[in-house]
């Protein structure tokens, strides 16, 4: 079997995190800026298995089970935000959150 | 590494609190009873703590690769499960006029608390990820618990979904930091990433440091250190004020033992630029916090710049670490982490005693006159404030004054320089608010300052100020016991 | 087998940036879930069979299912395009795109220092459950105060009053 | 009974506490015998102990109780050091003290927060005493923040002005430049000589440094820059006239007898170090010769009685400073002791003047006091004659001794002598320019007192610091033993003749224009030199203006600009505005929680690219 390096493996996860942020610094739609995070998360899940790939461990994919866990619980916990918050201003608008400043 | 029945022993204050948690839930299944699920939540991180510091004598044992249980953990054990209940207690008056159902906050408290247990005692980055994960998914529920209170005067859901959303992304990038930490190291255990960078072919100092930084900010967003602190003020304001005590106190200190044994393991100071890269976030921090905090008029958005500026503070003797012999720094990052925590819980407490999750009174014109009103709650306050800005005979100075040494040691004499100034301004505000209080009171009586309505809670900081003196006044006993303990960590 | 790599991975990357460019919030998630299914792809060509399925499974099916409730019951359909559209503007993407750049830029600097191969070898369901309910079995248990931490947040947060 | 030397800070400490934790709810009289009676006992004590100090012919005498907190090798403890110096410090403190806490029963006893009054004023006795008494930097540095607290907390005593709020915490930030200072100097030489311990550190210094040492320079400059903030001298003397705003009382016991003079022991207690870095030493005769010259000046132009009264202080601790700076050691400590005696005695004389005009304090609005306030006029009598240096009252011996070193100094010892008799001379003047104005001519009080204001416990003090003020240069204090045997200066007879003249011309000056009025202030008012000279003097040569523009207005400048996060409230500004007045605008904006975001992408760029690039 050919090899791959692992560069690769990592800067695709580089990719996918970078487009995550972006995702994250640019939509209003807190529903989009929820699965941008989600990509951000993935593309860390994705940096795990290909350092575990790199050492043959399996280690790594028992991280990726706990990213997954986590992004499960986040987005329960995300999404009851979003449907309290579309309750209160009947929009998904991130910007209508910024009552507090100073 | 398999976990056998012996290793059930050095878990058993983690077991606890699991079985209170799951003690509280069932009884709530059965029959919905405040002020039960609230007993219940109190006693069971009584004993929890009890049994750390019983345990804490004698217990030096790895738990699996994920958890390590020195005298170290559980001494912060200790501080966390004790903190956890003082705050249980706060929580408990504070809550009992919310319209919505109240006991889950207790769950989200203790569940909250089993995170911090396995942060505090954690040298592995699964359980890492875990319990960080863990207490902050309890506090964004607690952030947002009064989200259905029509009467609710604060922007919970505002504070929740800002902390979510910010907080995930931070979250991202530490894992993201993680994994290239274990693409260099082979290993998930905290462990030195210097000889990986020296010996292992084909990997480079500049990817080990990158990878060391993204770890960095993912905590340092946890910590509020500036450029990662604007969710703070918003956050802390938010928040009903029992949860912004929990996120100042135990949400802080947790992180930052992760922080330290992190950095003591991995050797990442070795690296000058990280070195650099610590400094200016320390620096940052002071500055930003301390300036922020000058002309603010709302209490929790004053404590909120403070943390951030205190959290600076601690880098400082971070930093020191690497560049003293000897565990001179580490002492002073947990005796600076307790002294914080009382501090912090002793400020936020007495807001929290004459708040409701109704009416907060959380401006510092809320405070004027206090001193005629309730010289009792004054004091505690002035003690308290005295304390945060390094004001001798305090827990606050030695504190301090611990930094300053293990600084003057290390030789780092710009971060030196900016700690003096952030100190420096940091006395402003913190004067303003005590000036307030001494000023009279020419309206109506703000809030109702009756002791006798609430007598724990005032039970609990009158503790926490009888600790915030002792230790000001004698801490020989406690620095003995951190300096026992710091040994673990190096 | 290392084709089928960089074919996935260039799905995965047109995928994703799909998602955070899309308007209807529905074909966005589409878009996502292919992504997420590219990424499965990649996991299973570096030997993370386990972790393909669970990725598929979980992650494309369970979790974004989760995320296609909500949508629906927000009703959150096609008349929000509209106001996507107005939120989209181009002078928006560039302070985010500009810094994103710089950071991947240096991300990729530093990993092209790396010079070492991956020969994916197969690490399957037995050696990641062995691990699971050997030495990690505290982790798995904290999963699960993790999830009731969730559990517990979400249905104080969503339920109605 | 010199083991007791403990129970000295201990007596107010408790006194303290008593009256905190009981927050005014004892009765006046049970307040008054607690706050007086425990400086009272503190006095016994100390008056015990210095009587078998001296009579045991020892040279010093220390006394450990405990060990405060153990830092690596850095152990300091409540540990207690007497030796000639401190022994008059802690008479100084409580005896003058108790006399002042006496006076402050009657002063103060109209005032609704009588009990929060004393309980400050224990504490700062009792943090005075641990200053002068420890035996180690902590413990000193310790007591001089608590002083400066308790002065904090004493200036800003009637809160209920806001301009008091101001003075308060203008001394405070004032003083804490200095005081980090010190803390840097205490500090260097903790970590030069390894030891906390203030005569060893001293002996090590000597040992280790020769005259001249770079670091002996750098750790006598840091300290002296603790010494100028507390003591009110150049260029942090701006705080002391603000501190006046406190009660009377307060500026007699520590704006003018105790804890100005903080700075003269500071240099005092560590002259050793003075002595190794001599270029320091004479900064500090000059900073005495400015900056009691500048306060003579100022004072000439005042008209608020306590105002003058301060810089007058100011004015006498130049002298000290002088001392200290020309080496006369004993006479820069011998001139603190008296002065602490006639300034109390001007201050609390002041004080019942006040009183008795129902809190008028413009000199131009008394006048004719003579016959109604007699104590007042003969305290008064006595305060300006020692503060003048009449020959043969207390201030006179002091000093002249501090003139006559000055004199027998190499270089510009004439400087700093003929500096110091035109100080003389302003003080004269501007002296008895008060006192003609206050207790001559005719009437022009609002409302003329009847009679005296205050009872015994009000005029015996006045009349003992009267008899202190009189007698207190023939005391003889032990001081050989710490400053070693200085050696005598001799002035000649014409020299001697000149010094003792000049201050009287003064007087004989300020009688003609304000008692017999054959000059008039009018008519030298006239000329525009005159006015801008007065204009200029009044406002303390324009040191508030400058520092107001050069550190003040930047510094809240940039808090204000700074105070929402500057983007982040630029942003919610905008968002504001925006709302209400075009709601396109407000879809083009960046929120919040995008915003916050992208400073944490921007943090994330910034730091990767330092810690990989450099």
Not at chain 2, 145 to 168: D, I, N, Q, R, T
Not at chain 2, 211 to 225: D, N, Q
Request: proline share 3%; with cysteine; charged share 10%.
């Amino acid at each position: 079997m050919e090899s791959i390096p692992v560069e690769h493996g990592l800067i695709l996860a580089a990719i996918l995190f970078s487009i995550g942020l972006i995702g994250v610094l640019t939509r209003r739609n807190i529903v989009f800026v929820l699965m941008s995070l989600e990509i951000m998360l993935n593309a860390g899940g994705l940096a795990f298995i290909v350092a575990a790939a790199r050492w043959g461990h399996a280690e790594g994919q028992i991280m990726f089970l706990m990213i997954l866990t986590l992004a499960a619980a986040e987005v329960a916990v995300g999404l009851g935000l979003i449907i309290q918050m579309f309750r209160r201003y009947k929009t998904v608008d991130i910007n209508v959150l910024s009552e507090m400043k100073g | 590494m398999n976990i056998t029945l012996a290793d059930l022993i050095p878990l058993l204050p983690l077991l606890i609190t699991t079985g209170t948690v799951v003690v509280a839930m069932t009884a709530i299944g059965i029959k919905r009873n405040y002020t039960l699920t609230a007993v219940i939540t109190i006693a069971g991180l009584l004993i929890a703590t009890l049994s750390a510091a019983f345990l804490m004598p004698t217990t030096n044992s790895q738990v699996t690769p994920l958890m390590i249980l020195d005298q170290y953990s559980l001494f912060f054990i200790i501080v966390t499960c004790a903190t956890a209940m003082f705050i249980a207690i706060f929580s408990y008056p504070y809550l009992a006029d919310l319209d919505d159902n109240k006991e889950e906050y207790f769950l989200l408290l203790g569940i909250a608390t089993i995170g911090a247990i396995v942060m505090v005692s954690s040298n592995h980055f699964v359980s890492t990820i875990l319990g960080l994960e863990t207490l902050s998914m309890s506090l964004y529920g607690m952030v947002a618990y009064p989200v259905h209170s029509e009467k609710s005067a604060k922007f919970p859901l505002e504070a929740s979904v800002k902390y979510l959303v910010l907080s995930a992304a931070a979250s991202g990038i530490l894992l993201f930091g993680i994994a290239l930490v274990y693409a260099q190291t082979g290993t998930l255990q905290f462990a030195s990433v210097v000889n990986v960078a020296n010996v292992t072919e084909g990997l480079s100092a500049g990817f080990t440091i990158a990878a060391l930084i993204l770890v960095f900010i993912g905590i340092a967003f946890k910590l509020s250190l500036a450029p990662f602190h604007m969710w703070t003020p918003d956050v802390y304001e938010g928040s009903p004020l029992p949860a912004t005590t929990y996120l100042a106190t135990i949400g802080k200190a947790a992180m930052f033992v992760v922080l330290l044994r992190f950095i003591e393991a991995s050797e990442a100071l070795t690296f000058e630029s990280f070195v650099l890269v610590v400094s200016l976030v320390a620096t940052a921090s002071i500055l930003a916090g301390n300036l922020l905090a000058l002309l603010q008029d709302n209490l929790k958005r004053i404590l909120a710049y403070s943390s951030i500026a205190h959290m600076g503070y601690l880098l400082i003797a971070l930093v020191a670490s690497y560049f003293v012999q000897g565990s001179i720094s580490v002492e002073a990052v947990t005796f600076y982490l307790v002294a914080y925590v009382i501090m912090s819980a002793g400020a936020f407490g007495v807001a929290s005693v004459v708040s409701s999750s109704e009416r907060e009174f959380d401006s510092i014109d809320d405070y004027k006159g206090l001193f005629w009103r309730s010289p009792w709650l004054a004091v505690v306050f002035t003690g308290m404030l005295l304390s945060l800005a390094g004001i001798p005979l305090t827990v606050g100075f030695i504190g301090k004054f611990y930094i300053f040494f293990a600084g003057v040691e290390a030789a780092l004499w710009v971060l030196l320089a900016v700690l003096i100034i952030g100190s420096g301004i940091g006395l402003y505000y913190y004067l303003r608010i005590v000036y307030r209080m001494l000023l009279t009171d020419d309206e109506e009586q703000r809030f109702d300052v009756a002791v006798g309505n609430n007598l724990s809670s005032h039970a609990v900081l009158a503790f926490l100020l009888v600790l915030l003196v002792v230790l000001g006044v004698y801490p020989t006993p406690v620095v003995s016991i951190i300096e026992t303990i710091s040994t673990y960590i190096l | 087998m290392i084709a089928l790599f960089y074919i996935a991975a260039i799905i995965a990357v047109i995928a994703t940036v799909a998602v955070i460019l899309q308007t209807n919030i529905v074909h966005g998630l589409l878009y996502l879930i292919l992504s997420l299914l590219a990424v499965a792809v990649i996991f299973y060509v570096l030997g993370a069979p386990f972790a393909a399925v669970l990725e598929a499974i979980v992650y494309a099916g369970a979790i974004m299912v989760l995320f296609l409730f909500v949508i629906m019951m927000l009703n959150l359909g096609q008349h929000t395009r509209d106001q996507e559209r107005k939120w989209l503007t181009p002078r928006g993407w560039i302070a985010p795109s500009i810094m994103s750049a710089i950071l991947l830029g240096q991300l990729v600097n530093v990993m092209r220092q790396i010079d070492y191969d991956i020969v994916p070898a197969q690490v399957g369901v037995m050696e990641v459950s062995a691990l699971l309910f050997g030495p990690y079995v505290l982790a798995v248990e904290l999963a699960s105060i993790l999830l009731l931490a969730g559990l517990v947040a979400a249905y104080h947060l969503a339920k109605t009053k | 009974m010199q083991e007791f030397i403990w129970l000295l800070p201990t007596y107010p400490l408790l006194g303290f506490l008593a009256l905190v934790l009981t927050s005014g709810r004892l009765p006046k009289n049970i307040v008054a015998i607690i706050g007086a009676g425990s400086v009272g006992l503190s006095f016994l004590t100390a008056a015990i102990i210095a009587a078998q100090f001296l009579a045991s012919g020892e040279d010093y005498f220390v006394k450990e109780v405990w060990t405060w907190m153990a830092v690596g090798d850095f152990t300091p403890g409540f540990n207690f050091y007497l030796d000639g110096l401190s022994l008059v410090m802690m008479l100084v403190i409580t005896g003058v003290g108790f006399l002042i806490h006496m006076y402050a029963t009657g002063y103060m006893a109209d005032d609704p927060s009588y009990s929060r009054f004393f309980s400050y004023m224990n504490l700062f006795v009792a943090a005075m005493l641990m200053l002068v008494l420890g035996d180690n930097l902590v413990l000193l540095y310790l007591g001089w923040e608590g002083v400066g607290l308790c002065s904090y907390l004493l200036i800003g005593f009637w809160y209920t002005n806001p301009d008091n709020g101001y003075a308060a915490r203008k001394a405070f930030v004032v003083t804490r430049v200095g005081d980090t200072a010190m803390a840097l100097g205490l500090f260097l030489l903790f970590a030069e000589l390894g030891t906390l311990n203030i005569q060893d550190m001293l002996h090590a210094a000597e040992l280790e440094w020769e005259v001249g040492n770079g670091l002996a320079v750098a750790a006598a400059l840091l300290l002296l820059g603790g010494a100028v903030g507390k003591s009110a001298q150049l260029p942090l003397q701006t705080w002391l006239p603000d501190a006046m705003a406190g009660p009377t009382p307060i500026s007699a016991l520590i704006h003018a007898a105790t804890m100005v003079t903080a700075g003269v022991y500071l240099i005092a207690r560590t002259h050793i170090l003075f002595e190794l870095a001599p270029s320091v030493q004479m900064l500090v005769a000059w900073i005495g010769l400015i900056t009691l010259l500048l306060a003579g000046f100022i004072a000439l132009t005042q008209s608020d009685i306590k105002r003058i009264l301060a810089f007058s202080t100011m004015s006498q601790i130049g002298y000290m400073f002088l001392a200290l700076g020309v080496g006369a050691w004993s006479a820069g400590i011998f001139h603190l002791m008296t002065h602490a005696f006639f300034k109390a005695l001007l201050f609390l004389a002041s004080g019942s003047v006040i009183l008795s005009l129902h809190h008028e304090q413009d000199i131009f609005k008394m006048g004719a006091l003579r016959k109604k306030l007699p104590v007042s006029f003969f305290s008064f009598l006595i305060g300006s004659l020692a503060l003048t240096a009449f020959p043969f009252t207390s201030g006179y011996f002091s000093k002249d001794e501090i003139l006559i070193a000055a004199h027998g100094l190499e270089g510009p010892g004439m400087i700093f002598f003929f500096g110091g008799v035109l100080g003389a001379f302003l003080t004269g003047i501007y002296t008895f320019r008060l006192f003609f104005i206050v207790f001559f001519g005719e009437s022009k009080a609002a409302h003329p007192p009847e009679k005296e204001y205050g009872g015994w416990n009000m005029n015996g003090p006045l009349i003992l610091l009267m008899i202190l003020s009189l007698v207190g240069g023939f005391f003889a204090i032990p001081l050989d033993a710490v400053f070693g045997q200085h050696e005598e200066h001799h002035v000649s007879t014409l020299m001697h003749g000149f010094m003792i003249a000049v201050p009287l011309i003064g007087i004989g000056i300020s009688a003609a224009f304000f008692y017999f009025k054959i000059w008039s202030v009018e008519k030298l008012m006239a000329s525009s030199l005159a006015q801008t000279l007065h204009k200029f003097w009044h406002s303390g040569w324009g040191f508030d203006w400058l520092y107001d523009r050069v550190f003040v207005f930047p510094f809240l400048w940039l808090a204000r600009i700074n105070k929402a996060d500057l983007v982040d409230g630029f942003y919610a500004l905008i968002v504001e505005i925006s709302r209400a007045a075009n709601s396109m605008i407000v879809k083009t904006q960046t929120g919040y929680i995008r915003w916050y975001a992208l400073s944490i992408a921007a943090g994330v760029v910034v730091l990767i690219t330092v810690g990989v690039m450099l």
